[in-house]
C-alpha cells in the first residue's frame, strides 16, 4: 500500500506555492500526530490524532446527509466555544451512527479520555469516525488506544496517522505545499481518507489540513467552506452520501506574520495553497474509489453560469452510464449528452462540443466523424479528461470521479463479512 503522490499545479497559480515531494501532515510548526492499532480492527491501525502544540484557530465543514453521526455533534459543540482546537481524535472501523444516545455519550467520552491524556481542556479535542454504521463502539479497546497514543505520538507520526484513518482504501492520501507570507514560509498539509460512499456535498471521507499560518477562525471557516464547495464537493464515486464525512482545518498561528484576511497582499497565494492541497486530496479519493481503475476528470467551459457549470460536470462524472462506459473504454457519447440534458434546464441543446482528451467527438451537438478508435485508446488511458464547451458564457467548473467496475460491486456487497 504505497502513499498517491501529488500532481504538479498547472497555470500561473505555479508560482505561488511549492508542492512537498513527501508530504508530512506535521510539516507546518506545532504538529505532531500518531495512529495506533487499538482492536476495532482485527490487525490495521485504526485509532489516530493530531496533536498541536498551542490552540489553533480551527474550522470544519460537515456532511448533509440528516444521519449526522454523533462525533460529528460533539466536534461542532467543541468548535463553538472559541473556534480553537489543540487535538482531533479519529478512529476507523466503526462509524458511530445511527447508534443513539449511547452512541452520543461514546463520543464525549472519547473527547474528555483524549483531553484528560493529553493534558487539554475537553472543547479544544474534536472527534470523528468512520467505517461500519449502526454499531457501538468498544470504548474499552478505544480507551486503551489513547492512552497508547500518549507515547506514540509524535513528528514521525504522519504515515502511522493516515493509515490508522482508513476503510476500504487501497492507499494513504496526503499533499503539501508551502507559500511565502511577508517573506516567512507557510506550511500547509493535508491528508486524508474516502474510497466508497462518496458524492458531491461530502461523503464518507475524511480530511484534515494543517497550516502554520497565522488567521482567525472565522476568516479560516469562510476558506474551508469555499474551498470545499470547488473540490471536495467536486467528486463522486457511487452517488451515496456518509453521515460521518467532515473536512477540518487547524492552524497554529506558528509561522509568525500579518494576521491573514482577504485584503493580505499574499492572500492570493495561500489561497491557491490551500485550495491546491484539497483539490489534490479529492483527486486523490477520486481515483481510489473502490474497484475503481481509471480518475475521470469533466472539465465544463462556456457556461452561462458558475451553477450550471457545476451541475453539467457532476452529473457527467456521477452518472453510472458514463462510468461504465470509461471502464469498458467506449466512446458511446451519447451518454455523456443524457448527463448533461438532465443537469440543468439552462443548458442549449444545439450547441455543446464535446472532446475526449485530445479528441473532439462531437461539435455544435453533432458527430465530428473522427475515427472512434483514436478516443478508444485515450480511454483506455489511467486519467481520462472530458471537455464540454458549452457556448454560453465564460464560467466554467471541474469535477472528478471514476469508473465504475464489477470489484466495486463485490467490494460493497461483502462490506461487513
Known sequence: M???????????ENDLYQTAATPDITSPKGFTAGGVHCGIKRK???????????????????TTNVFQAPPLKVTQQSLAVEGKLQAFLCNSGNANACTGEQGLLDAFRM??????????EEHRVGVVST????ELLPMDRISQGISHLAIQTGKEGHEDFCRSILTTDTCIKAAEVSVVIDGKTVRIAGAAKGSGMIHPHMATMLAFVTTDAVIEPPVLQQLLREVTDETYNMITVDGDCSTNDMVVSMASGLAGHAPLTPEHPDW??????FAHVSRELAKMIARDGEGATKLVEVKVTGAPDVVTAKQAAKAVVGSSLVKTAVFGADTNWGRIFCALGYSSPLI?????DLAVGPVQLVKDSQSTGVDEALARRYLEEEHV???VHLNQGEAEATAWG???????VQINASYRT
Open 268 to 273: 492570493a497565494a495561500f489561497r491557491a495553497g
Open 111 to 120: 473527547r474528555a479520555e483524549t483531553a484528560a491524556c493529553f493534558g487539554l
Open 402 to 408: 471514476c469508473d465504475l467496475t464489477y470489484d466495486y
Open 2 to 12: 504505497q502513499p498517491m503522490g501529488t500532481a504538479q499545479p498547472l497555470g500561473a
Open 44 to 62: 490495521r491501525k485504526d485509532l489516530g490524532i493530531i496533536l498541536c502544540d498551542v490552540p489553533a484557530s480551527a474550522a470544519a465543514v460537515y
Open 348 to 352: 442549449d441543446p444545439e450547441h455543446v
Open 385 to 387: 479528461r472530458f471537455h
Open 131 to 134: 467505517g461500519v454504521i449502526g
